[in-house]
T-cell receptor, first 114, second 112 residues
Framework: NAGVTQTPKFQVLKTGQSMTLQCAQD?????MSWYRQDPGMGLRLIHY???????DQGEVPNGYNVSRSTTEDFPLRLLSAAPSQTSVYFC?????????????FGQGTRLTVV | DQQVKQNSPSLSVQEGRISILNCDYT??????FLWYKKYPAEGPTFLIS?????DKNEDGRFTVFLNKSAKHLSLHIVPSQPGDSAVYFC???????????FGKGTHLIIQP
């Protein structure tokens, strides 16, 4: 049972480059989300999706795009990387975004933008 | 909007003693608070939750206490074990699609 799988685990980008962080889940969850964690901070929501074809912005969406073409996959795209996007990125999935619902997180992608 | 505040960045406790992690919130209206535990280089994992209609929830060594008048909740770990060394996040789960609101976390260190 793989749960939530994120790739890559580590990435170094040059300023201005673009890349896609991959996220896949095998639990048939409708709700998926992307967070970033910076030093001394909690996780902050970037984008989320309540099902295939439906996405919306979270607290810190600038510089990121998402799409949800299937239930399983929720990639996060950095359009033009900036040093401020150096962070650890976590993808999560759950059957619902509300209530007493456990969210399952991937292992994270540590991104450095130089 | 609900804000979640964990004012202690770190806490050191001796093995076998009680660990108490604190969390304050700002909005009296809420559905659930959930605690997540995070080891280095791993994603957070769910630990325990409490609903707004309860003042206590217990699961083995872990107990969450909710004080609604003080807008405060605490996570008690008894007895503390070396494997409990981790960062603990207090999170709020509201009624919207925007998922969890995280506190900044408390790094718990269990000393032998």
């Amino acid at each position: 049972n793989a749960g939530v799988t994120q790739t890559p685990k580590f990435q170094v980008l040059k300023t201005g480059q673009s890349m896609t962080l991959q996220c896949a889940q095998d639990m048939n969850h409708e709700y998926m989300s992307w967070y970033r964690q910076d030093p001394g901070m909690g996780l902050r929501l970037i984008h989320y999706s309540v099902g295939a074809g439906i996405t919306d912005q979270g607290e810190v969406p600038n510089g990121y795009n998402v799409s949800r073409s299937t239930t399983e996959d929720f990639p996060l795209r950095l359009l033009s990387a900036a040093p401020s996007q150096t962070s650890v990125y976590f993808c999560a999935s759950s059957y619902s975004p509300t209530g007493n619902t456990e969210a399952f997180f991937g292992q994270g992608t540590r991104l450095t933008v130089v | 909007d609900q804000q979640v505040k964990q004012n202690s960045p770190s806490l050191s406790v001796q093995e076998g003693r009680i660990s108490i992690l604190n969390c304050d919130y700002t909005n009296s209206m809420f559905d659930y608070f959930l605690w997540y535990k995070k080891y280095p280089a791993e994603g957070p994992t769910f630990l325990i939750s409490i609903s707004s209609i309860k003042d206590k929830n217990e699961d083995g060594r872990f107990t969450v206490f909710l004080n609604k008048s003080a807008k405060h909740l605490s996570l008690h770990i008894v007895p503390s074990q070396p494997g409990d060394s981790a960062v603990y996040f207090c999170t709020y789960s509201g009624g919207g699609a925007d998922g969890l609101t995280f506190g900044k976390g408390t790094h718990l260190i269990i000393q032998p």
